[in-house]
Every structure is written in C-alpha cells, then in structure tokens.
C-alpha cells in the first residue's frame, strides 16, 4: 500500500489499465479512474447533470461519456466537452508508483456548474385562472395520408363537444399527429436517469411528446383518453405514450414530487374485439398511479365482441350510436362536474408518499 496522507491507493495499474473506464471507491469518496495510450485520468464520479456514475460511462476519445445521458467530461482535466467547458467536475491529480495508481484527494480541482435554463416544462405547476379545461387525447394509429373514420375519436369528439358547451375550453390531441420517440428506459438505468421533464424531452428538442406533457401536467383539469382495442390492449400509441409518462410517476417514487393534482381522468374504449374491462383496468391503474381522480363511471365502452369480424357494421354501430355519443357527452359531463369540485377545494399542502410503494425516501 503506498497511501500517504495525500496520495491514495486507488488499485494495481495494469487492471485499471485493462478496465479503460473504472469507478473506484476511496473511503466514500467515488472516482471515475481512466487510462488511454498509458496515461491515466481521475475525476469525480458523479455527472454534473443529475449525478449518474461517470465510471460506469464509457471512452469516446479522451472523454468519459455518462451513461445516463450522454454528457461529456474531459477524462483528465473534468471539463465538459467543446462548448460546454464551463460544466466541469473534480479532476485529480494522479500517479503510477510500484505498479499502483495513487491519486491525490487534496489536489482536486472545483466542481463548477454552468447555469442551464430550464426546461419550459420544469416550471411550478399552477393552475391558471379560468374554466375547467379538457384535454381529449386519441390514440387511435391510421395511415396518416389517408385518414379513415375512427369510433374511438368520434366519440372523444362528442365528449369535447359537450364539455365545450358547458364552457369549458377543450383541446382534442391526435397522439397520430405527433412524432415522439418511444421511451428509451432511462428509468432502467436508475430511478434517478429518468427524469421531469422526461430525458428524451430535454435532449432532443423536435420531440413532440412535449403537446400531451403540457396538457397533462400544466393545462388541464380534466383528460379523456380515447383507444380502440387491439388484441385485447390499449392501441401500441397508448402504451407508447405510457410509457413516456413514466416520468411523471417517478417523480413520486424519487422526489415524492406530485406534478398531477386535483385533476380528473376518463376514458372511451372502443373495440371490434372484446376485453373492455381489462383494457379499462389496465388505463384505470396507470392513471391511478399518475395521480388522477376518477368520476363515478370512469370510462364508457363498447365491442362488438368475439365472433363478430364484420368490422364495418362496427363502425357503423358505433357512428350511427345515439347511446354510445351521448354516454360520451354524459362521461365528459361526469369529469367536469368532479373537476369543478376539486378546482373548489384547495388541494393537500403535501401528500404523504403517494404513489404505488409508499416507501420512505431521502
Ligand atoms: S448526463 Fe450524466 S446524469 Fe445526465
């Protein structure tokens, strides 16, 4: 062991040499100890961004890349990439002696942040003053050079309809007008990679995921979220957007940070095939989880059931349905009505661990 007061022992040279990239642990200090053509690098682990283990990263050049989201820090020196140098984390000095790599813990440089200005979507959530506004979100998944009739956003139609002649303002969103990226699992990383606003949000600005976050999380009171049934499921935009919404939910998981509060959920399931109640459960749950309220009934449906494949007598079914338009109308009614009573009441200064787990965090 060659520890001095100020050198530390941080491993045996050729395996850290091996290694490329390595996180190293010095007491409870962490270190991301790096080697290129026989020189080696050591800087603070954590990532200037939201802390992901820069050890973990790999090489690109003499850059260490987060495996988070792909920040960039000088190996040697911890300034960040070209143009971003004023981002920079803790470099230390370091040495070869006796076959060990010894780095100098007092001899780190500063850690310095470079002001980022925030995501638009990173602001406080407040309601603003007005009527109750209702965000309708399809969807349903068509050829976009050749739209056809769909029961599932005709009827989202008629919801909006209703609530916007009670006067609420409406907002009807085609999840098949957006382009937005499927989520990249950042959550799988660690619970701390996924991020509010979503990581792919931040990073790739042309994303259009951002329509349905605002709406979601800062405009509306109420959201109706129209699907037909495919395989006995939700429509894949429906789970493409779910998943996206993860962020959200985590919030509450890592932050016990509630972004939806005292708003209202409803749903309209559509499907040639059955399994409404399943698909009901499985949206019931998630928005449940995000941390919607529900009216009484929360959602209205219909399938033409198993055995019958004559799709369009389905949609003319459901076209010509004075019911199914009216049950809509009645649910978007049902939300409205709960949404002005939630508006009324000044909501939880705090909720204690909401969320799925309702474990302790720091
Ligand atoms: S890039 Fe490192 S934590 Fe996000």
């Known amino acids: 062991m060659n520890d001095s007061e100020d050198w530390k022992d941080a491993g045996a040279a050729d395996e850290l040499a091996a290694k490329g990239l390595s996180r190293v642990e010095i007491g409870r200090l962490q270190i991301a100890v790096s080697c290129a053509a026989g020189e080696f690098g050591a800087v603070h682990n954590h990532c200037n961004h939201v802390g992901g283990p820069l050890g973990e990263g790999h090489l690109d050049g003499d850059y ?16 960040g990439e070209p ?28 850690r310095q942040r470079a002001p980022h200005e925030p995501h638009p979507l990173a602001r406080p959530v407040s309601r603003g003053e007005g009527p109750v506004r209702v965000a309708g979100i399809s969807t349903t998944a068509m050829a976009k050079n050749a739209p056809r009739y769909s029961g599932s956003d005709d009827l989202l139609g008629a919801a909006l309809k209703a609530a916007g002649e009670k006067g609420c303002e409406t907002q009807h969103i085609r999840l098949n007008d957006l382009k937005f990226q499927s989520c990249e699992g950042y959550y799988s ?3 701390r990679a996924c991020t509010w606003p979503c990581s792919i949000t ?8 951002t329509v349905v976050y605002e709406a979601l999380v800062h405009w509306a009171d109420v959201v109706l979220i129209a699907t037909p049934i495919r395989w006995g499921q939700a429509s894949s935009l429906y ?19 509630v972004l939806i509060r005292n708003k209202v959920a409803g749903f309209i399931i559509v499907g040639g095939q059955d399994n409404v109640q399943g698909v009901a459960g499985q949206m019931l749950g998630f928005f ?35 019911d199914l338009h ?4 009645a649910l978007a009614l049902r939300a409205v009505e709960l949404a002005e009573r939630l508006i009324a009441t000044a909501p939880p200064e705090r909720l204690e661990r909401g969320g799925r787990k309702a474990h302790g965090h720091d």
């Open 64 to 79: 260490i890349v987060c495996p988070w989201h792909q920040w960039k820090f000088h190996r040697v020196t911890g300034l």
């Open 83 to 110: 143009g971003f140098e004023a981002d920079r984390v803790p470099a230390f000095p370091v040495k070869v002696e006796g076959g060990r790599v010894l780095i100098n813990l007092k001899g780190a440089t500063r």
């Open 189 to 191: 990383k660690a619970a």
């Open 202 to 209: 931040q990073m790739r600005p042309k994303d259009e995921l």
């Open 239 to 257: 789970f493409r957007m779910a998943e996206r919404l993860n962020c959200v939910q985590n919030q509450v998981t890592t932050h016990n940070r």
């Open 288 to 322: 449940a989880e995000l941390g919607f309220h529900f009216p009484q009934f929360p959602y209205i449906a219909h399938s033409r059931g198993w055995s019958a494949e004559d799709m369009e007598n389905n949609v003319r079914q459901v076209r010509d349905s004075k």
């Open 326 to 329: 009216d049950g809509a109308a």
